[in-house]
């Protein structure tokens, strides 16, 4: 959970310079930022259809739309392809989401399940709290300044980890199993 919030943050920390230097307005910055937090929310709506749907895929496609919308940051100027991104993104993650807090109260003994619930919302204030830290440190090493960084950096993490799980889908941490979309 900390990784991918740490990734999906990049569209809420630095979508704002990166708009600002394509001159698209301070306006259009917040609504991108806004698009991208109603596509988190939309997927924990309709999750089990989700899960459904996508049955064992659900974390890698999900991996996909988070790796798919960074990357179109990175690659786009224009308005439509920016707010195509957010949404991506946003979706990506808000699938994630749900199915993480769901483990981690499966996994959790009963009385144990608030615990376990808390560490994983723990592991989300961290990400936010060091992401600007983090990303700085990679600038840093990789000599770049860019306002595009933060977002292609981004999107090759999330696709080394979509790659993992590709590998390991059958995995409890990175694949769901029928139990999650058997009636």
């Not at 959970?1 to 917040?30: D, K, M, N, Q, W």
């Not at 929310?41 to 999750?47: A, H």
């Not at 690659?75 to 949404?87: D, E, I, M, T």
């Not at 990506?92 to 376990?116: E, F, H, N």
């Amino acid at each position: 959970y900390f990784f991918i919030t740490y990734a999906a943050l990049a569209v809420v920390f630095y979508a704002s310079f990166l708009v600002e230097r394509y001159g698209l307005g301070s306006s259009f910055s917040g609504g991108l930022i806004s698009l991208f937090f109603l596509a988190v929310m939309l997927p924990g709506l309709f999750i089990d259809r989700v899960i459904v749907r996508l049955k064992g895929l659900t974390n890698l496609v999900s991996l996909a739309l988070l790796c798919l919308g960074l990357a179109a940051f990175g690659v786009f100027h224009h308005r439509f392809p920016l707010l195509a991104g957010a949404v991506l993104a946003g979706l990506g993650y808000g699938i994630m989401q749900p199915v993480i807090y769901d483990k981690a109260a499966t996994i959790a003994p009963p009385r144990s399940a608030t615990l376990a619930l808390s560490f994983v919302m723990a592991m989300n204030y961290l990400a936010v709290m060091i992401c600007p830290f983090i990303m700085d440190m990679f600038r840093h090493l990789f000599h770049t300044h860019s306002d595009r960084f933060p977002f292609f950096f981004n999107a090759a993490l999330v696709f080394a980890l979509a790659a993992v799980t590709w590998f390991r889908r059958g995995n409890f941490t990175l694949g769901l199993d029928e139990s999650y979309y058997k009636n």
